[in-house]
């Protein structure tokens, strides 16, 4: 079968909604519906308070705001063919509109990590040299590093729609998750991935292990810095500041690594392990990164309260 054919025959893809169990899909819409209300509505009360409060006009949370749009965008790449599925019981997507969400979820993720790091940055400033704190991490430099982290992912995920897109498809077109992935698609391909495969490999360890690579560093230094403290008082005062960007990197990577172990050496476990895993680390980061800065940023907190307070008074 040649390749013009090949192509003619995958004018779409199918998406999987939970694995051998389509009949329960509608049971999944409801709370899916909540993930991605509860996406919207803390991301959006985090940068509203980011906005109203001119105290927070600090650079972490001028970070923390670019985190909550990424986080947002994420969720918004994924929400149509999620939706489509759950809600719909729509599960086919068009070839063209399929490598499209494909560049935006890798592009997101890639910009996600890049955002780590920069706050990773961040709080290695803040308690290294809080005097300069501000002098350092300018309104312009934070622009600048925003911009950087934006063209880094854009230049690295761009290539992976065309390679996807010069494969010729003449196995099934029924994709394993609910939305389309660059190594869910590759595998439907009847000719050589080596390319793709390779080049994926090479995003993975210049990229996203990269930046792990670069937080763990900042920590150390971080951690080096704050020993060198003489009171355990102001010691404990600085790792708490560091607490939620930790946790952060936490959600992003435990599940990120979760999902590549699995497809690596979990190809004997049930599809629906490898569907969890994937939707885990696509929907659970952006639910609770802004209830974990709530939580755990003392200066958030005290304004959504007040903000909540004030309307109940006014009411």
Request: proline content about 5%; glycine content about 6%; charged content about 15%.
């Amino acid at each position: 079968m040649n390749s013009t054919a090949s192509h003619a025959n995958h004018h779409s893809f199918i998406l999987t909604g939970i694995p051998g169990m389509s009949d329960k899909n509608p049971w999944m819409a409801f709370p899916l519906g909540f993930l991605y209300t509860l996406t919207l509505l803390g991301n959006g009360t985090i940068l509203a308070v980011i906005k109203v409060d001119e105290s927070l006009h600090e650079p972490m949370y001028y970070f923390l705001s670019i985190l909550a749009v990424t986080d947002v965008s994420l969720s918004m790449s994924t929400s149509p063919s999620m939706l489509s599925i759950f809600w719909f019981n729509a599960p086919e997507i068009p070839f063209d509109a399929c490598i499209t969400q494909m560049f935006f979820i890798h592009g997101f993720g890639v910009v996600e990590s890049g955002v780590l790091v920069s706050m990773a940055f961040d709080r290695f400033v803040a308690i290294r040299d809080p005097l300069r704190y501000a002098s350092i991490l300018t309104h312009d430099i934070i622009g600048k590093i925003g911009i950087a982290v934006l063209i880094r992912a854009v230049c690295v995920v761009l290539p992976v729609p065309f390679l996807i897109k010069r494969l010729p498809f003449c196995h099934s077109n029924v994709l394993s998750h609910s939305y389309c992935l660059h190594q869910d698609a590759m595998r439907l391909a009847c000719a050589s991935t080596r390319i793709n495969s390779l080049y994926g490999l090479i995003i993975v360890i210049f990229t996203l292990g990269l930046d792990a690579l670069i937080i763990l560093f900042s920590y150390m230094l971080i951690l080096k810095t704050v020993l060198g403290i003489a009171s355990r008082t102001e010691r404990v005062k600085a790792l708490n500041t560091c607490l939620s960007h930790i946790c952060a990197v936490l959600l992003f990577y435990v599940p990120l690594i979760g999902v590549t172990m699995i497809h690596r050496f979990g190809k004997h476990l049930s599809p629906v392990v490898h569907t969890l895993m994937a939707n885990i680390y696509l929907l659970l980061p952006p639910v609770l990164n802004p209830i974990v800065y709530s939580v755990k940023t003392k200066q958030i907190r005290r304004r959504i309260l007040h903000m909540f307070q004030g309307r109940k008074d006014r009411a």
